[in-house]
């Protein structure tokens, strides 16, 4: 804001626009100055809606080349392949055997991975690991060790196909084995 000192009624007549001229009106001037305000305006609003109007194309553009790129990689939720030897991969399969071996009381043998023959991911409410994987039987105890992986094989041959989903919460640092489907391999 700007203050407009009190002038006398006389000086609200002069006709000099002038502000800075020795006996100039500067409440004329500012006036004046305001007239010309509404088309600058009007073009300023044009302006302005000539960016948002831009700026919204552009997002709209990029919103849809996300949707093709998301297309391509699966929609979110749906599980994706994943190379078997990734890290997380064989951590996951290491997890799985290890409950596992714990939990299988068919068998007094432990297992150890033979090889992760299928692996994908999904995120959900945290990530599910969805792995299919060859195990062997080994010589070592399951109440001896819950790894197997030390161990070498059993020689009576056995074999196991499963089926194991993974589901690790990482910021509650938390991984469990949610299923676990096995059958013989003859």
Known sequence: M???PVQSQKD???PNPNPYSRGGNQLAFALKSCRSLPARTHSS?????????SVWFWISVCASLC??????????????????NGTEVVAAARFAVVEFNRDNAED????????????????VAGINLI??????RTACKSSDTS??????FNSEHKELWCHFVVTEIPWEDSRVLTQKRCHPHN
């Open 147 to 152: 790894d197997g992986e030390a161990c070498g």
């Open 131 to 136: 792995l299919e994987v060859r195990l062997g």
């Open 2 to 4: 700007f203050s407009v």
């Open 108 to 123: 007094q043998f432990a297992y150890k991975i033979l090889n992760i023959t299928s692996a994908k991911i999904q995120v």
């Open 45 to 53: 609003v044009n302006q302005q809606t000539g960016n948002r109007m």
């Open 67 to 84: 949707r093709v790129v998301t297309a391509q990689h699966g929609m979110t939720g749906q599980p994706r392949e994943v190379p078997v």
């Open 12 to 14: 609200f007549s002069d």
